[in-house]
Nanobody, 126 residues
């Protein structure tokens, strides 16, 4: 049974930082593309960041480029999202996603992921 458990969300002031973690179990993490998405109330789920097997390939969404970065620790089966210079418009529920892939890939479409965490709330106050 695959489980993805996000943590690290919370309330932060604009300009602050947070680091989200996603602990994975029940899958071959080192052969899984990992991604972060977010969804604000009344909006569609939005791509935030993706990372390939070893972390050699990373993609970040345009709205967070230069402020957010993604990393992973395969020894700990954990992927991270470092969020800096947070803005009120970053407020959303952040989801971790995983997908086993035949080759090292970065997947930016939510539809390509089979496994999802329950999400963690990030609220940025002005």
């Amino acid at each position: 049974q695959v489980q993805l458990v996000e943590s690290g969300g919370g309330l932060v002031q604009a300009g602050g930082s947070l680091r989200l973690s996603c602990a994975a179990s029940g899958l071959t993490f080192s052969r899984s593309a990992m991604g972060w998405f977010r969804q604000a109330p009344g909006k569609e789920r939005e791509f935030v960041a993706a990372i390939s097997w070893s972390g050699a390939s990373i993609r970040v969404g345009n709205s967070v480029k230069g402020r957010f970065t993604v990393s992973r620790d395969n020894a700990k089966n954990t992927v991270y999202l470092q969020m800096n210079s947070l803005k009120p418009e970053d407020t959303a529920v952040y989801f971790c996603a995983a997908q086993l892939t035949a080759i090292a890939s970065t997947l930016t479409s939510a539809g390509l992921y089979s496994y999802w965490g329950q999400g963690t709330q990030v609220t940025v106050s002005a």
